[in-house]
């Protein structure tokens, strides 16, 4: 079964840390560009922070530069985020996807995971 499950999300105060992870099973992470995405409670899917494959090349959406940090371990077939210095407005249900561009293209999301900063 193709399948990204994200995993780590939780309740931490505002200040806290935490690491997210998504896992692929079925196919191989190392090919694909990662992409790490958030949703807020009645508010639009934003782009956090993106890793590409050929290079390792990574951005981060303003809001998150200098706290988030995107890492690949491809051993383990995983994507990280970590995120230190939470802030209340960084609560939302956190997706990771998985692009896979040219021929053969394919595209998966993950089901999300909640992170919720309290103040």
């Known amino acids: 079964q193709l399948q990204l499950v994200e995993s780590g999300g939780g309740l931490v105060q505002s200040g806290g840390s935490l690491r997210l992870s998504c896992a692929a099973s079925g196919f191989t992470l190392e090919y694909y560009a990662i992409g790490w995405f958030r949703q807020a409670p009645g508010k639009e899917r934003e782009a956090v922070s993106c890793?590409?494959?050929?290079?390792?090349?990574?951005n981060y959406a303003d809001s998150v530069k200098g706290r988030f940090t995107i890492s690949r371990d491809n051993a383990k077939n995983t994507v990280y985020l970590q995120m230190n210095s939470l802030k209340p407005e960084d609560t939302a249900v956190y997706y990771c996807?998985?692009?896979?561009?040219?021929?053969?293209?394919?595209?998966?999301w993950g089901q999300g995971t909640q992170v919720t900063v309290s103040s």
């Open positions: 890793i590409r494959s050929t290079d390792g090349n990574t």
């Open positions: 996807n998985a692009d896979l561009t040219g021929i053969g293209a394919r595209n998966y």
